[in-house]
């Protein structure tokens, strides 16, 4: 499994009902986020006369603070931070990851380091919170696939029908959102994700729909997200 470091996150938290506002640096040490591949971790990527690209997912990793505000974006594939889609034609493919865009607000810049192409298998990212003042936060992942169409999201899905995806290149299923809370105070040594739902199928909203039950291969992009304090 591949370990990606992030030597420094500059993280501008604000405080809870106040305009005053800390920073807190995060480095490589003491927590480690690890997302293990599941079987549809790869997917086919059409190219032309029927040739095709073993393709990992799209993925986002950020924090938020335990009232749902967006912290920092911890790791983000570099595809989605760049805008760089293989024979997208200019399309930013927002239904990507539209949870994590509309969270962070959309067209805002990224820290310096925490892109990069997602591992063909999975991965581990390692943080150290530089001071004790987030003890407490929520982590969240967001995964997707281009092209992952299935029954219930089909590429001839019309523009305007709730099971658009983007068109014939657009993203099929749509991406899953993963949540842990994180107690650095309760002595627990490893946090495990759960899967709470999906996110707008065309990206025309930042919200997290509970039903996945017309989710098919999806589902088993990722096996399992842990965040172990080390």
């Known amino acids: 499994m591949k370990r990606l470091n992030f030597i420094t996150i500059m993280l501008l938290i604000s405080s809870f009902g106040s305009c005053q506002s800390e920073l807190t640096e995060f480095e490589q040490g003491d927590l480690r986020v690890t997302i293990e591949q599941g079987e549809a971790w790869l997917h086919d990527f059409p190219l032309f006369l029927g040739i095709t690209k073993k393709n990992p997912p799209q993925i986002a990793v950020w924090l938020e603070d335990t009232a749902g505000n967006y912290l920092t974006t911890v790791y983000v594939s570099h595809k989605i931070a760049t805008g760089s889609w293989q024979a997208a034609g ?50 969240k992942v ?44 309760s002595g627990e040594k490893v946090f495990e994700a759960a899967l709470i739902g999906h996110s707008s199928p065309d990206g025309s909203d930042g919200k997290v729909y509970p039903d996945v039950s017309q989710c098919t291969t999806a589902l088993n992009i990722v096996k399992r997200i842990t965040v172990t304090v080390k």
């Open 142 to 185: 967001e995964v997707n696939h281009s092209t992952d169409f299935n029954a219930a999201y089909p590429k001839t899905a019309s523009k305007g029908e709730a099971n658009y995806s983007g068109g014939k290149d657009g993203s099929g299923q749509p991406a899953l959102v993963y949540a842990v809370g994180v107690n650095l105070l």
């Open 90 to 139: 200019g399309n930013p493919r927002k239904e990507a990851l539209p949870h994590w865009n509309y969270l962070r607000g959309l067209n805002t810049s990224l820290p310096d380091g925490v892109s990069g192409a997602t591992p063909r298998s999975g991965f581990s990212v390692n943080l150290r919170p530089a001071t004790a003042s987030l003890s407490r936060f929520t982590l």
